[in-house]
């Protein structure tokens, strides 16, 4: 299937209501007389970051604690995991981690230090999820195969009425599947679902063997040598089921709830209902705003609208221009999607699975 008949196209507008943001996002910025990247607090929550991976990392391996601090540190290292992937390697990889290149790209190659492939990451979540955000067919992200249904265009399966229960254990799944699973999928296809990869150069496939060769040595062949076969075991299941549970729903909560929408392109001219603004507004959700814990923690992503609409633009800078997106979309007469807590978030994501494996 060619990419022309799968990827539909947003209707083309004149006075358009992304134009009126960036305008007034831009005025901010320039009123401020501030850089829309990161800044000092990002850096230095980056560098803590990355030291309490190697920390963690080299205690349990080469100092081996006892077996109930080992499983207390495991739940700490998948965290850490978590939190690297939200706060560093996310906005490196959009460009908005610093207003230097080179910082961008190590930033966004921290992907790589936790197994995974930046290049693929890079055209799956940058170039398709956030062009396309829940299009069924098209956003990755809400493709699961017969596991789960997260679109109301998607087939409904007997076990989707379970769905509701039985998600807590697959999002556990999300890291191994991903570094075991999806990325060689990926590779080998050369497709993300029917969307043909761009071509990878030769440093590409250098990459993406020396990163595996790199994760089955690090996460796998030295702790067996270091603490055996069944310490490893058990600490890697722990390690890598926080860390895929943490990124799985932080990210569902952005997209798949009670309220957001799943847009379908126009069967004769192949165009999607809205504008690509409105496009994003409709088709995401913001949760917990007000936490300034859980911002810290999940990198600013709880804010989801700002950063589809502005994935240039550093998390830290969220919650000050989030007034101004609101208030367009009052003007616009758009819901601002929002729950107050993570709490109400998983309530209501858990509603829309239960919705989703009730009714075609």
Known sequence: ?????IIPKFPSVTGSLHSDLRKR????????????????SLFTKAILLVVSFAAVYLHLIFWTPAWYFAV?????LGGIIAAIGFNVMHDGSHGSFSQFKWKNKLASYSLNMLGANHFLWNMKHNMIHHSFTNVDGVDDDIEVGIWMRFAPSQKRLWAHRFQHFYFWFLYMLLYVFWIFFTDYKKYFTKKIGDIPLKKMEARDHF???????YHACVFILVPILMVGWLHWLVGFLIITSVSGFILSIVFQL???VEHTEFPVADLDS??????FAAHQIKTTANFATKSKLVSWLVGGLNFQIEHHLFPKISHVHYPAISEIVRSVCREYQLQYIEYPTMGKAIVAHVRFLRQMGKYD
Do not use: C
């Open 25 to 40: 996002v831009q005025q901010y910025f320039d009123d401020k007389g501030i850089s829309a990247t990161g800044n000092i």
């Open 1 to 5: 299937m060619s990419t022309s008949t």
């Open 207 to 213: 990459a993406f063997w020396a990163i595996k060769v």
């Open 254 to 256: 952005a997209h798949t």
């Open 270 to 275: 192949n165009r999607l209902p809205d504008e």
């Open 72 to 76: 207390g540190e495991s739940v700490l």
